[in-house]
Every structure is written in C-alpha cells, then in structure tokens.
C-alpha cells in the first residue's frame, strides 16, 4: 500500500496510552461526515435500515474465496447450541430480502481472524465493518451504480465541508469519474498473473470494477459459460478490494451442488436451501463495502488500522 512504512510497529499502534492527536481526530470526523452522507443518500431512495446481527449459527464460510487467510474461526456454546462470531451478514441478507423489505443496509461489524502475517498489509483487520446493502432481483450494474454514488457523493461532501481536516490530513482528495471501469478478472490475471489485484491496484487512477471471481456458492455462476455474476471494486493507490458483491444463487439444485461441491456443511445453510425449494428465496444482487479500508484510502493512512480508535490489526490482542 502506498506510504506504508517499514517502520510501522503494529504494537505500538494497537497501545491505547495517550489523547488521541490532531490527525487521528480528523480522521474520525471524515469518517462521521462518510457515513452520515452514506446513509443519507440510502434512506432518501428507501432502503431500510437495520442493525447487525453479531452471533449466529450460520455465517458466511469465505471458502472458497482466493483471498481465505482465517486462522480460526470463533465458534461458543450457548442455550445448548453452537453459535458462530459473524464473518459476513451474507446468510441473514438473503433471508432479508425474500421475507422482509426488498431493498435494505446495514452495517455490520465482521469477525475474521486473519494469519498474523497480514499485520503489516497496510489493509487488514480481524474485526471490521461492512456497509452492506442487498436490493431484490437487482443485477450487477445496478449494485455498480449504487456504490458509484455513495463514494462519489461522499468524497465530494469531504472535500467541500472538510477542508481543515483535508489539510490537517495532507490529504488532495481526488473525486473519481463515474461509471468506474470495468475488468474481466481472466483479463487482467492474463496481464499481470497472479498478483492482478496489487498491479491493477498500483496502476489505476481511480476505482475499478473486477467481475468474475470463482468463490463462495452464494454467488450466482452460470452454469453454461462458467462466468460468475460478482465483483470486487479496486481502490487505487495500493489500497486494494474495498467491495465484494455478487448477484445471488437462488435455485435449490445449483445451491446444493455448489455446497457439495465445495465440502461446505450443508445443515448450516438449510434455512437458505428450504427457502430455495419452497420457492420463497428470491433472487437480488448486493454487496458488501469496508468501511475502515475507505476510510483509509480517503485520510491517505500508513496503515487501516488507524482509521479505528481501537485497532484491531492480526496477530495483536490489545489491552482492551
């Protein structure tokens, strides 16, 4: 990521000991004004708005996504039944959507127990926040457009109502164009190989879109030409996957295969598959942005973790 430092010390970020400085509270006001703006711009098209749910004994596997780094995963005993920290909203969403109000956001704290190599990333966390949103039979260019505007309306609300802050921060914040572009996943991992996120990442002046990504069962795949209907959007300057969405699996057979396939518990997905055969699981497109990782990239931090008050960077358990 750009400007992460050698120097970085992810113990002594993580020591909470003196008042927070100048930068770290401009920081918090950008992040206030981000999600004010947000959430504005969602409730004024009517989404619903709901709060997060933080254990459950279904939780989205991350398997098999090209990206898995768990370590381990949080599971406690209560009333007698194993429940599991939230790795993503992504089961509760689809329930949402079939049953509830066909548009709706939340944000969502996530628990994901990162190798504690990542620590020095400069763009991960074990626990973060999501800004999910998740709109019934929607398609991906819609979810696209969505995203476009709340982070083009928010950089804008920065830049025009937080020039101290920006200038506290060194901060020329640059509003991207809309539409943002679009890759082919197979196109740029013929480019760049394996590591296509961190050139397109290097390279790109402004957010893009990635579409195509093999990974969980929950993402629709078509089964004719193999192509996966999902995404990820690439922040520039290093900063990387701010974004992950998809349209969604909805047909009984293709999701039961797809768990099979993938050596996925199937009974921790039965709600999803009972929905799916009764005919009551819709199909809708959503996604999932985090927050802290834009935050970042908007203040230009070192490291994601200072975008938190109390940082939770892998491999450190702080004080509190």
């Excluded at 113990?11 to 400085?21: F, K, Q, W």
């Excluded at 790795?87 to 628990?111: A, D, T, Y």
């Excluded at 809708?284 to 230009?300: H, K, P």
């Amino acid at each position: 990521m750009k400007g992460l430092v050698e120097e970085f010390d992810p113990e002594r970020v993580a020591l909470i000991r003196e008042p927070m400085d100048e930068r770290r509270l401009a920081i918090f006001r950008v992040q206030g004004m981000v999600l004010k703006t947000m959430a504005d711009i969602l409730l004024s098209k009517g989404f619903y708005w709901f709060l997060p749910v933080i254990l459950s004994r279904a939780t989205d596997p991350l398997w098999p996504d090209p990206d898995f780094s768990i370590e381990k995963r949080i599971e406690v005993e209560i009333y007698g039944k194993t429940v599991r920290a939230m790795q993503s909203m992504i089961v509760h969403k689809r329930v949402l959507v079939s049953l509830g109000p066909e548009k709706f956001f939340i944000l969502s704290p996530n628990i994901r127990i990162e190798r504690s190599e990542r620590a020095k990333t400069g763009k991960h966390l074990y626990e973060f926040t999501q800004l999910e949103i998740e709109v019934a039979y929607a398609k991906m260019q819609e979810i696209f457009k969505i995203y476009e505007e709340l982070i083009t309306k928010s950089i804008d609300a920065v830049r025009k109502t937080m020039k101290d802050e920006l200038e506290i921060l060194k901060r020329d914040l640059h509003n991207p164009e809309i539409p943002f572009k679009i890759y082919k996943r197979s196109v740029l991992e013929e480019k760049y190989g394996n590591n296509w996120q961190e050139k397109i990442a290097s390279e790109s002046k402004d957010p893009v879109w990635v579409t195509d990504i093999p990974r969980e069962f929950y993402d629709y795949e078509d089964e004719e030409t193999g192509e996966w209907r999902n995404f990820d959007l690439i922040l520039p300057e290093g900063y990387g996957e701010v974004i992950s969405g998809a349209e969604r699996e909805y047909e009984y057979e293709k999701i039961l295969k797809k768990l099979k396939r993938d050596k996925i518990d199937v009974k921790q997905y039965q709600i999803l598959l009972d929905l799916s055969r009764d005919g009551k699981l819709k199909p809708s497109a959503g996604a999932g942005l985090g927050v802290e990782r834009f935050i970042a990239y908007l203040v230009g931090a070192k490291h994601v973790a200072e975008v938190q008050p109390f940082p939770r960077i892998p491999g450190i358990v702080p004080e509190i």
